[in-house]
C-alpha cells in the first residue's frame, strides 16, 4: 500500500497569509496526486487533480506542485473562506488520502 | 450538474451487513468515461477509499475490505449500492458516494452529503 503523510498536522495563520501544506507519499506516484477541501458538516470537495491542475472554480489562489513523493499545495493569501481541513489523495495504485492538515485562524 | 444522495439506516449491528445506495441526478450513471466509487471518513477525521463501479458492472476494491465488500449499480435506476458484511465498531464512519471522473487521475467530483452509519448494538 502507498501511503500519504502530510505536514503540518495543523497550521495555525492569518488573513492574508501565504501558506504551504507538503504531502510525501511512500513511493513515487508520478503526479497522480488530488488535493481536497473539507468544511465541517461538508463533503470534501475536488481543489487540484494531476498534482497541478486546477478544477474549474476553484479561485487562483489555490496552487499545486510536485511529482514523484513530494508534493505541496500553497494558497498565496489566506481568505476567510480557506480555513478548512486539506486532505491528499493519490491515485497512482489503489487511492489513498493523507491524514489531512487542518488550517486555523490565528 | 451531477449530483449524488448516499441512503441507507443509521444504525446496523455488529456482524450484520451494512447496506447504502447513492442516487445519481442531473447525469447519467453510464456516461462513458465515469466512475462511481465509494468512500467512508471515520470519526477521527481519516478518509479511505472502499472501491468503485463503472456503469457496465466492472468493479475495483480497496483490498483491505475486499472479503466483506459488493457494489452494484442499477442503471434503470441510475443507482448504486454499497454492501458491507460482517461490520464491526470500527466500520462506524461517515460514507460517501463520488463520481471518479478520469480513472486514470483518479480524482472525485463532485461527492454526496455523506450518509453517518454507526455500527452498535
Known amino acids: 500500500d502507498i501511503q500519504m503523510t502530510q505536514s503540518p498536522s495543523s497550521l495555525s495563520a492569518s488573513l492574508g497569509d501565504r501558506v504551504t501544506i507538503t504531502c510525501r507519499a511512500s513511493q513515487s506516484i508520478y503526479s497522480y496526486l488530488n488535493w481536497y477541501q473539507q468544511k465541517p458538516g461538508k463533503a470534501p470537495k475536488l481543489l487540484i487533480y494531476?498534482?497541478?491542475t486546477l478544477q474549474s472554480g476553484v479561485p487562483s489562489r489555490f496552487s499545486g506542485s510536485g511529482s514523484g513523493t513530494d508534493f505541496t499545495l500553497t494558497i498565496s493569501s489566506l481568505q476567510p473562506e480557506d480555513f478548512a481541513t486539506y486532505y491528499c489523495?493519490?491515485?497512482?495504485?489503489?487511492?489513498?488520502f493523507g491524514q489531512g492538515t487542518r488550517l486555523e485562524i490565528k | 450538474q451531477v449530483q449524488l444522495q448516499e441512503s441507507g439506516p443509521g444504525l446496523v449491528k455488529p456482524s450484520q451487513t451494512l447496506s447504502l445506495t447513492c442516487a445519481v441526478s442531473g447525469g447519467s450513471i453510464s456516461s462513458d468515461g465515469d466512475y462511481w466509487s465509494w468512500i467512508r471518513q471515520f470519526p477521527g477525521k481519516g478518509l479511505e477509499w472502499i472501491g468503485y463501479?463503472?456503469?457496465?458492472?466492472?468493479?475495483y476494491y480497496n483490498p483491505s475490505l475486499k472479503s466483506r465488500l459488493s457494489i452494484s449499480v442499477d442503471t434503470s435506476k441510475n443507482q448504486l449500492s454499497l454492501k458491507l458484511s460482517s461490520v464491526t465498531a470500527a466500520d462506524t464512519a461517515v460514507y460517501y458516494c463520488?463520481?471518479?471522473?478520469?480513472?486514470?487521475?483518479?480524482?472525485?467530483?463532485?461527492w454526496g452529503q455523506g450518509t453517518l452509519v454507526i455500527v452498535s448494538s
Open positions: 463501479i463503472y456503469y457496465s458492472g466492472s468493479t
Open positions: 463520488a463520481r471518479e471522473g478520469s480513472i486514470n487521475l483518479g480524482w472525485f467530483d463532485p
Open positions: 494531476a498534482a497541478s
Open positions: 489523495q493519490q491515485a497512482y495504485s489503489s487511492r489513498t
